[in-house]
C-alpha cells in the first residue's frame, strides 16, 4: 500500500515529503517489452490511492473490475470505444464560469487541428463566437427554473448551433434593444431564443457572443454557422449521444471515497481523440481546483494517480505544465511510450514532460535516438542501450544511480496481490 512497483518487484515509498522525489513515472519501451505486464498492472493492483486509468483494449476493466469491487472501490468504465457501453459523461456538467465556457469552446475550435475545414483562422474565430454564445446560453437556462430548454450538454449545442442558420416563423416578444431590429421572417431560431432570454433577464456573455457574428452579410454568417457545426462532426452518432447527455462523473464523490475510473480510449482510430482531450483536461483541471479551493492545505485526501497506457496516442492541452503542477495536490501520472521520439511527436514540449517525471523506467528499444539520450542517462554505450537482453530494465531515478535489473516474474507478482 502506497508504494510504487518497480518491474524488478522493488517497492519504493509514494511519501514524497520524505523521499524528495515526485511520484511521476515515464515507461518507455518498444513494443512487447512488458510496459503493461510489469509497470501498469501491478502499480495499479498495489491500491496507493484512486486512479484514472486508460484502457485501449478494454482489457483492463474486464480483468480487474471485481477485484476492486472486492477491494471497496467504486469502479467506472468511460469507453470512448464502445459508448454505448459507457457510464455517462457530459463536458458542460464541469462548467461553472465564464472562463470554463471559453476554455471548453476554444478546446472545440482548436485542440483538434486536422477537423479545420477553412485554412483561413477568420472561421475558426468567428465559430469561436457562437460556440461560445451556444454553451453560454444553455449553462444560463439550466441555472433559470422557469425555463423549459433543452438539457445543457453538447447535444442541445450541436441542435442551438444547427438553428443558428434556421430562419424563424415566430417572432422574439419584442426587439431587444441589443440586437438589429429585424421582421420576424428574417430572425433566426438560435436569435429568437436568444433574444426571449435577453429581454426578460438582460444581456447576457452569450448575447454579447452572438452580436459579434449576426452582423456579418447572409452568406459570410451561414459560412460561420458550418464551420462551428464540423467541429462536432465526430460527436453525432446515437451511441455518442446517449453518452453525452447527462453526467454521471462527481469529482467531490471521486475524491472522498475509493475510486477508479477506467478510460477505454483507442490505440488505432483517432477519431474521439478532441473528446478524450476534453476530458482528460477538464479532469485534471477539476481535481486541481478542487484540492485548491476544497482541501486542507491544497491536497487531496486521496492520492489520484493518472496510469497513462499508450500515452502519445492522444494528446492532453497544456499536459507539459499540468505535470509541472500536480505534485503538491496529491495527484501523480504513470505514462507510457514506446520511444521519447514518438511523445516529442505528438507533445512539442515532451522533453517537459520527461524531466518532470522523476522516475524513467526504460525496457528497451529499437529507435537510435532514444538509445542515445538513455545511453547519456545512464553513462552506458549506445550498443549496449541497443542490444539489452530481453525481460531487463533500468531504473532511472533522481537523486540515484540508474539500476539495471531483471524484470520480476510478472505471473507470481501480480498473483501476489490476490493472496
Known amino acids: 500500500m502506497n508504494k510504487t512497483v518497480y518491474p524488478n518487484g522493488e517497492h519504493f515509498s509514494r511519501d514524497d515529503k520524505h523521499t524528495g522525489v515526485n511520484n511521476n513515472i515515464c515507461v518507455c519501451g518498444t513494443s512487447g517489452t512488458g510496459k503493461t505486464r510489469s509497470c501498469i498492472i501491478p502499480n495499479m493492483l498495489e491500491l496507493s490511492g484512486n486512479y484514472i486509468v ?5 482489457f483492463l476493466y474486464k480483468k480487474y473490475k471485481k477485484y476492486y469491487e472486492d477491494n471497496g472501490y467504486d469502479v467506472k468504465r468511460i469507453s470512448f470505444i464502445h459508448p454505448s457501453e459507457s457510464v455517462c459523461y457530459n463536458p458542460l456538467a464541469f462548467v461553472h464560469s465564464t472562463h470554463d465556457i471559453q476554455k471548453l469552446a476554444y478546446s472545440f475550435v482548436k485542440a483538434d487541428k486536422s477537423s479545420n475545414t477553412h485554412n483561413d483562422p477568420y472561421w475558426d474565430e468567428q465559430a469561436l463566437f457562437l460556440i461560445n454564445s451556444v454553451f453560454a446560453y444553455l449553462i444560463d437556462c439550466e441555472k433559470v427554473d422557469e425555463i ?3 438539457p445543457a450538454n453538447l447535444n442541445s449545442a450541436i441542435n442551438y448551433i444547427r438553428k443558428a ?3 424563424s416563423l415566430v ?3 419584442r426587439d431587444a434593444i441589443s440586437f438589429v431590429k429585424q421582421q420576424p421572417s428574417n430572425m433566426y431560431v438560435y436569435e429568437v431564443a436568444l433574444d426571449n432570454f435577453v429581454i426578460q433577464y438582460g444581456e447576457s456573455f452569450a448575447s454579447k457572443q452572438y452580436k459579434n457574428i449576426l452582423s456579418a452579410p447572409e452568406k459570410t454568417y451561414s459560412t460561420i454557422v458550418t464551420a462551428a ?3 462536432f462532426s465526430s460527436l453525432e452518432t446515437d451511441e455518442l449521444a446517449a453518452m453525452l447527455e447527462k453526467n454521471d462523473i462527481n469529482i467531490k464523490d471521486f475524491v472522498n471515497s475509493k475510486s477508479i475510473y477506467f478510460v477505454e480510449v ?4 483517432s477519431s474521439m481523440n478532441l473528446l478524450i482531450n476534453i476530458f482528460f483536461t477538464q479532469m485534471l483541471n477539476a481535481l486541481c481546483e478542487y484540492a485548491d479551493t476544497k482541501c486542507k492545505n491544497g491536497r487531496l485526501p486521496r492520492d489520484v494517480i493518472f496510469i497513462m497506457d499508450d500515452f502519445p496516442s492522444y ?3 497544456d499536459f507539459d505544465k499540468i505535470i509541472n503542477n500536480i505534485r503538491s495536490r496529491g495527484i501523480s501520472t504513470i505514462i507510457t511510450t514506446q520511444t521519447l521520439k514518438q511523445l516529442s ?3 512539442p514540449n515532451g522533453d517537459a514532460i520527461v524531466s518532470n517525471c522523476d522516475t524513467l523506467l526504460f525496457m528497451g528499444t529499437n529507435d537510435y535516438e532514444t538509445a542515445v539520450l538513455i545511453s547519456q542517462r545512464t553513462n552506458k554505450p549506445k550498443y549496449e542501450i541497443l542490444n539489452m537482453p530481453i525481460n531487463t530494465s533500468y531504473i532511472i531515478r533522481r537523486g540515484a544511480q540508474p539500476q539495471f535489473v531483471q524484470n520480476a516474474d510478472t505471473e507470481e507478482l501480480i498473483e501476489s496481490y490476490y493472496i
Open 54 to 58: 486508460t484502457d485501449p483494449k478494454g
Open 148 to 150: 423549459e430548454e433543452l
Open 165 to 167: 442558420n434556421e430562419r
Open 171 to 173: 417572432a422574439a416578444r
Open 229 to 231: 457545426l464540423s467541429k
Open 266 to 269: 483507442s490505440d488505432t482510430d
Open 315 to 317: 494528446y492532453i492541452t
Open 345 to 347: 511527436n505528438v507533445y
